[in-house]
């Protein structure tokens, strides 16, 4: 007997081998149960996800000679002729090598004999998306109102081609991508029934490399079989696929945490050598951390089957917003990879990236000796320069008059309005410089902290830049430039809006305004006020045009006394379109 490819032995012949798809398989049983039988069925999805399998079995299921039902008995001649593809009721067609209209009329021209052997005379048309425009006008006909004994079985990758009146005409049945797992137990299976031995880390770079298509899958599994001298193992594989394994990426992670530069150049010498894809091998690290953090935030999760344990160990040596940094610098490096000189030169370059910023919080000593000995050193001199550091005031909206407010009792200085939002340091010179940043963080938070709005003075100079600085846009944009500053009592603003504007305000308008100024102002006791009145003080929004309608007066001033333009207008009999500036 001939050797048969396994995507074609181990091809499914009723709904109950059939993997994954259960959203498109309870569908069909029902109506094949129930006697509910569509006229034309449509089957799409992307390519090795069982759509002219599926197609085969409705075949089967519309032939057997024991009746319709979902489950054919897989051993009277009509089944066993489907499941060899020699039954003459059913017209198997590659719409990609018969796209012509003739073709087509051809084919609609045989829908009007009687079936032969089975119920139903059956067109199975494959990659329907292929026909031409023609072709699809020449069967709407038939499509829509064929004989009672003929049924239409079309399958496509690419749906969005086919007419909306085609689609209209179908049953559609969409066919996901099957998970990892759905691929791996099939795969699992196939291995064990024809006794191939395997490891479970080669059938993992099997199924991922598949990416969601069991066909694909069977095809590689037998590439990485022959690779293996009838074995499945992890260096066939991986030298087949160009893939590292899950163990060389934890081991890479490892070093990686551990800082050990020298292993990390050799892992990537080794990857170069066996010419594996370094966007495969970020891409795995991305998904190893994202594991890591899984089960950082969640420990009782099984994030793998076979790698819990490595995983906790892992995830003990980087703090949550490590792993997270890590990650997102990964994911990062994809681009840069690309653009690199040389795709090592880049991967190397992620490498380094990330132990620039090694582990310093989660790290053992015994990992760690000299950094951890550092950041000690580092955190005594802060403390020892935190009793010399003196701040002023901060002035975050910038007011014409700030509180005063100090770290250390001493007298602080009142802030101008011109000053940026910034805090003002006075860093003595004993402090070291390396330092200067935490010291700089601790101030600013301790200032804001300690802020007192209700002794802030504003007016209307203030209030401007107020509402320039705040993030708002939309109707709530619209309503703050159009409010005039009234006055400011204790915590509370008073604003007025012009009556005309009274519909436009609501009451989820005032909440998020009154948010946006409670964290502009850092003070949750902040009140609003909004009055409506037919004259209301100079608004932000008329502030706004006014200082623009000086600037264009200014520029058309510089424009008209512009030598050029003089003397185009001169010789030319030119005249200068003031509404274009």
């Known amino acids: 007997m001939s050797y048969?490819?396994?995507?074609?032995?181990?091809?499914?012949?009723?709904?109950?081998d059939f993997v994954g798809q259960k959203h498109a398989l309870q569908g069909l049983m029902y109506s094949l149960d129930n006697d509910k039988l569509h006229h034309a069925y449509l089957f799409s999805g992307t390519r090795g996800v069982g759509k002219t399998t599926l197609?085969?079995?409705?075949?089967?299921?519309?032939?057997?000679?024991?009746g319709v039902s979902s489950n054919p008995c897989g051993k009277c001649n009509n089944c066993i002729e489907i499941r060899?593809?020699?039954?003459?009721?059913l017209v198997e067609i590659d719409a990609a090598s018969q796209t012509k209209v003739e073709d087509t009329r051809d084919l609609l021209d045989t829908t009007a004999y009687a079936p032969t052997n089975g119920r139903f005379r059956i067109y199975l048309i494959d990659e329907v998306h292929m026909l031409s425009r023609h072709s699809f006008n020449a069967m709407l006909k038939t499509l829509e109102e064929p004989p009672a004994h003929v049924k239409f079985l079309l399958a496509t990758t690419d749906p969005q081609k086919l007419p909306v009146t085609v689609l209209s005409r179908c049953l559609q049945f969409h066919l996901r991508h099957l998970s990892v797992d759905e691929i791996e137990e099939k795969l699992t299976q196939i291995l064990n029934s024809e006794k191939i031995e395997f490891t479970k880390s080669a059938l993992q770079l099997v199924v991922k490399s598949a990416k969601g298509s069991l066909r694909d899958a069977l095809s590689l599994l037998e590439q990485a079989i022959a690779s293996g001298a009838g074995k499945l193992s992890d260096v066939a594989t991986s030298s087949l696929l160009g893939l590292a394994n899950s163990v060389d990426i934890q081991n890479a992670m490892s070093a990686l945490i551990a800082n050990k530069i020298e292993d990390l150049l050799q892992f990537s010498k080794t990857l170069e050598i066996k010419n594996i894809d370094y966007q495969y091998v970020v891409d795995e690290l991305a998904n190893l951390l994202y594991r890591m953090a899984l089960y950082k935030q969640y420990p009782k999760v099984q994030v793998s089957d076979e790698s819990n344990e490595k995983v906790a160990e892992l995830a003990s040596g980087l703090s949550k917003e490590e792993i997270q940094l890590w990650y997102q610098m990964c994911i990062t490096a994809k681009k840069d990879?690309?653009?690199?000189?040389l795709p090592k030169i880049g991967f190397e370059m992620l490498l380094l990236r990330l132990i620039a910023f090694c582990p310093f919080v989660n790290s053992q000593d015994n990992v760690y000796p000299q950094v951890n000995k550092t950041v000690s050193l580092q955190k005594k001199k802060i403390t020892n320069s935190n009793d010399q550091i003196s701040t002023k005031a901060v002035d975050l909206n910038k007011v014409e008059k700030a509180p005063e407010i100090s770290t250390n009792q001493q007298s602080s200085v009142p802030i101008k309005a011109d000053q940026p939002d910034t805090a003002v340091i006075t860093q003595h010179s004993n402090l070291p410089k390396a330092d200067s940043f935490h010291a700089a963080a601790n101030v600013q938070v301790a200032t804001v902290s300690n802020s007192k709005?209700?002794?802030l003075q504003l007016d209307a100079t203030a209030w401007q830049r107020v509402v320039e600085s705040l993030n708002v846009s939309g109707m709530e944009s619209?309503?703050?430039?159009?409010?005039?500053?009234s006055k400011k009592e204790g915590v509370s603003i008073y604003l007025s809006l012009d009556e005309s504007y009274?519909?436009?305000?609501?009451?989820?308008?005032?909440?998020?305004?009154?948010?946006?100024?409670?964290?502009?102002?850092?003070d949750q006791n902040l009140k609003l006020d909004i009055s409506f009145k037919k004259i209301v003080p100079t608004t932000p929004a008329e502030h706004k045009q006014k200082a623009l309608n000086t600037k264009q007066q200014q520029l058309l001033l510089e424009l008209k006394n512009d030598s050029n333009v003089k003397k185009i207008m001169q010789?030319?009999?030119?005249?200068?379109?003031e509404t274009s500036i």
């Open 4 to 16: 048969k490819v396994f995507a074609r032995k181990w091809r499914p012949h009723s709904f109950s």
């Open 55 to 66: 197609a085969r079995i409705l075949s089967a299921c519309f032939s057997c000679e024991k």
């Open 84 to 89: 060899e593809g020699n039954f003459i009721d």
């Open 337 to 341: 990879i690309a653009a690199a000189p």
């Open 453 to 455: 709005f209700h002794e």
């Open 478 to 485: 619209f309503v703050l430039f159009n409010c005039g500053f």
């Open 502 to 522: 009274k519909n436009l305000l609501s009451e989820e308008i005032s909440k998020v305004l009154l948010e946006k100024l409670r964290k502009h102002f850092y």
């Open 571 to 577: 010789e030319f009999g030119a005249r200068l379109d």
